[in-house]
């Protein structure tokens, strides 16, 4: 399909349409934060913001998710009785998303719902009833590195459409099917239009200008990565706080929890972080990650070694820089990635 060319001041009309079917959420300024919200008319959308605090993946991975329900029913003698939770009950649309943000959901993909192993229905169902509509970038920050872990500012895995802000009008491109019916009946662009919208994408690449370089660790044993001395020194201002996990798209660890109350109760997913000792604590008191340098390794180790051996390549990280912005002892992920490297 062509790319087409749509006026911001015609952008109502395709979110009237989109809302037929879907219910839209966009990145939108709460005080100094940029935050995911159910979108309003187009003249409240976001278009001068570098990313939204923390990432969308809250919508296919709730920081707490209730798996299912139980009760104990004592008195017809049936014991325990588990009950499903309900499917997503409606579609939704996500308007504006970072095309880092968008790769990460592939990354999650392929650990969510790996080739062996029955797919992970929750993360599954919200996938399926989702429209990614994505916001290339064209003004990254200095944290920014996405060209460097096989994405870039107009990256369009994981997307159903990219738009591409061209001032007062946006480029869209289809990138899904499903994506070709709901902008089919937009006006196509231009030569002179999409040249514009290429030459931002040159522009916004040429202005990451840091970035990681993982071509050893892929050729490095494990051993040698894991006994390196490099981690005694990386490890020591960490506090283990876990925000870098918890703001990163591509973290994904997770706890169980039954919460019980009288005879019923339910069972609970939380986010968990690799960073928090409890998180690999044993019933019998032992804990194979039981030092900080065992634990800030894991993170690393886990995101540039393990997954891309497990999963066909991929690095568990897009680049999105947050890690970097929000650890409050600034660590740079660039750099331990660098020193893992070298
Ligand atoms: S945000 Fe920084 S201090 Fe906190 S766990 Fe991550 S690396 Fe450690
Ligand atoms: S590790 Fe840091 S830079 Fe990489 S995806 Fe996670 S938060 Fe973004």
Known sequence: M???????????????????????????????????EQAGNAEDLLWDFS?????????????????????????????????????????????????????AFTILDKVFCQDEYPCDTYWEDKREKTLLIGLACKDPCPTCFCTS????????EGLDVLMVDLGDELLLKAIT??????????????????????NQKQEAEQAISTGVNT????????????????????????????????????????????ETQSDYGHRIRN??????????????????????????RQRFMHKFKYMPFKLDGAIG?????RCTQKCPVNIDVREVVNKMNE
Request: aromatic share 8%.
């Open 2 to 36: 062509s790319d087409k060319i749509l006026k911001k001041d015609n952008l109502d009309q395709l979110l009237d349409k989109l809302r037929q079917d879907y219910q839209i959420y966009a990145p939108a300024r709460q005080g100094a934060s940029v935050v995911w």
């Open 51 to 103: 990313n939204t605090d923390m990432s969308p993946k809250q919508f296919f991975f709730p920081q707490t998710e209730r798996l299912m329900h139980f009760t104990n029913s004592y008195e017809d003698n049936q014991g325990m009785v588990m009950q499903e939770v309900p499917e997503m009950q409606h579609k939704q649309a996500l308007l504006n998303i970072r095309p880092c943000d968008a790769k």
């Open 149 to 156: 872990v096989n994405s870039g500012p107009h990256n369009q």
């Open 177 to 198: 099917p499903k994506a070709e019916d709901i902008i089919a009946d937009i006006s196509d662009a231009s030569e002179d239009q999409i040249k514009q919208a290429e």
């Open 215 to 258: 071509n050893n660790i892929q050729s490095k044993t494990v051993l040698d990565l894991y006994e390196s001395p490099i981690w005694d020194r990386i490890q020591e201002p960490c506090i283990n706080c876990g925000t870098c996990t918890f703001y990163c798209p591509t973290c994904h660890c997770f706890d169980i929890q039954d």
């Open 271 to 296: 986010w968990d972080t690799c960073m928090s000792w409890l998180f690999t604590q044993h019933t019998s008191g032992h804990n194979p990650r039981g030092s900080k340098r065992d634990r800030v």
């Open 317 to 321: 990280c897009v680049g999105c820089g």
